[in-house]
């Protein structure tokens, strides 16, 4: 198997500079499209489009609606990878932010189930599919737009901050729809004033789509893109048949992060005491350092090597996952913020910080988008049974113990994933200079 390239030497400082921005902020609107969908949906939806005659039957209606994300984002992850190898990572990436900006947009517009009955259900769960289609191809292209501009020493860093999207959009997310959440009586709560951080959205996905435009297409895509053979194979078909064992390994080596994540954003209001408000306050803390600390890790990576910081964050997630459990189950203020902090900003931030460069290095330039994108998601999609299954080992226990034993394999296996893989040629060069 070959791996990718880096490709030219000259980086502008600015132009580095620019495109990480640029993917820090398209990252931080589409991931703020799809928190807001959960938190209307904890909030809203199961009386608006999910009435059903027993609450089980309304409870499992919402969970259909959150699955179609695990079939959307693996296919988006393709269609759109497709596209940013054959047409650059700008319209990538671009197609992304506005697939799901006009998702989201619909949402705000929808009527209820009172107004269409199982129309709204079936148009809800159609939109959040969208959502989810887009999410697939944003990471790959963020990653690849930040890590392909940036300098060789410091593509972990400039990389990192496709990464750093996701908190701060939760943190936004919170603070958009939660004071109307408390300010607002219910009647206008469900009649209008959910609509509005929906239909809001789109005034940040213009800003974002600005700072798309200033940023040039990286130069190794560009000249990937004009001596690529007429009668080359589709990419999709490429990673399947080169490159498909580094994304059967890969899919495993990018599960640690992801249980961190769902940790700090979901199973601590499950595993706590119970005060919702405390608890949120709490990840909202956890989720404002984890935007500054994943980029000063990835600092750290540049200077020991994307595919160790790697394996460092998957010991650290195997070694701070029992401890988070535990903590979250004292029930006390101080348990559920340390037990945040050890999975958001420390946890989380050691297992993602270099993944965004590692990983897209695997893959020759002409699949690059395709490859790290069907592989991110598919890895995502490892950890999606978990809350389900996180939820009922609670249940039935009573203790996070085992919980963060499941959390801890997981990132053991994560481990014996990365060191499997080889440092990419990106990588390599780097070192070298």
């Known amino acids: 198997m070959r791996?990718?390239?880096?490709?030219?030497?000259?980086?502008?400082?600015?132009?580095?500079?620019?495109?990480?921005?640029?993917?820090?902020?398209?990252?931080t609107v589409v991931w703020f499209d799809f928190y807001l969908y959960g938190t209307a949906a904890a909030l809203v939806f199961a009386q608006l489009f999910f009435p059903a005659t027993s609450s089980s039957a309304s409870s499992l209606a919402s969970i259909a609606a959150l699955s179609v994300t695990l079939v959307a984002r693996p296919l988006g992850s393709i269609v759109f990878g497709v596209a940013g190898d054959l047409g650059g990572r700008k319209l990538m990436l671009v197609s992304a932010l506005l697939t799901m900006t006009l998702a989201t947009v619909l949402i705000g517009a929808l009527p209820g189930h009172g107004t269409l009955g199982e129309t709204a259900t079936i148009l809800l769960i159609t939109l959040r599919f969208l959502q989810g289609f887009a999410i697939g191809g944003m990471w790959a292209g963020a990653a690849t737009l930040a890590l392909e501009h940036?300098?060789?020493?410091?593509?972990?860093?400039?990389?990192?901050?496709?990464?750093?999207?996701a908190p701060a959009a939760s943190v936004l997310a919170s603070l958009t729809f939660l004071p109307l959440a408390t300010a607002l009586p219910d009647e206008e709560l469900l009649g209008w004033g959910w609509r509005v951080?929906?239909?809001?959205?789109?005034?940040?996905?213009?800003?974002?789509?600005?700072?798309?435009?200033?940023?040039?297409?990286?130069?190794?895509?560009?000249?990937?893109?004009?001596?690529?053979?007429?009668?080359?194979?589709?990419?999709?078909?490429?990673?399947l048949t080169r490159y498909f064992p580094r994304v059967l390994v890969g899919t495993l080596a990018v599960a640690a992060g992801g249980t961190l994540l769902f940790v700090g954003n979901t199973f601590l209001f499950v595993s706590g005491s119970g005060d919702r408000e405390g608890t949120l306050a709490a990840t909202m803390l956890a989720s404002g350092l984890t935007v500054l600390t994943i980029p000063l890790v990835a600092l750290l990576a540049d200077l020991v090597g994307h595919r160790l910081m790697m394996q460092i964050g998957a010991g650290v997630t195997a070694l701070v996952a029992v401890?988070?459990?535990?903590?979250?189950?004292?029930?006390?203020?101080?348990?559920?913020?340390?037990?945040?902090?050890?999975?958001?900003?420390?946890?989380y931030a050691f297992a993602s910080a270099a993944l965004a460069s590692w990983l897209p290095g695997l893959f020759e330039t002409g699949v690059r988008a395709t490859g790290a994108g069907m592989t991110f998601q598919l890895g995502a999609c490892i950890t999606f049974p978990l809350p389900y299954l996180a939820t009922s080992i609670l249940s039935a226990t009573g203790s996070g113990l085992l919980v963060g034993a499941l959390i801890a394999v997981i990132a053991v296996l994560s481990l014996v994933a990365v060191s499997l893989l080889p440092r990419s040629p990106m990588e390599m060069e780097a070192r070298l200079r």
């Open 323 to 347: 401890p988070i459990l535990l903590l979250a189950q004292l029930g006390t203020p101080v348990g559920t913020l340390l037990a945040a902090l050890l999975a958001l900003p420390i946890g």
């Open 197 to 239: 951080p929906f239909l809001a959205s789109g005034g940040m996905a213009l800003v974002a789509l600005v700072v798309l435009l200033l940023v040039k297409e990286p130069p190794t895509t560009v000249v990937a893109r004009r001596t690529r053979p007429a009668r080359r194979s589709a990419p999709i078909i490429e990673v």
């Open 150 to 165: 940036a300098p060789p020493r410091w593509r972990a860093f400039c990389a990192s901050w496709a990464h750093a999207g």
């Open 3 to 27: 791996a990718g390239h880096a490709g030219g030497a000259a980086h502008a400082p600015t132009e580095s500079g620019v495109g990480g921005f640029a993917s820090f902020a398209a990252t």
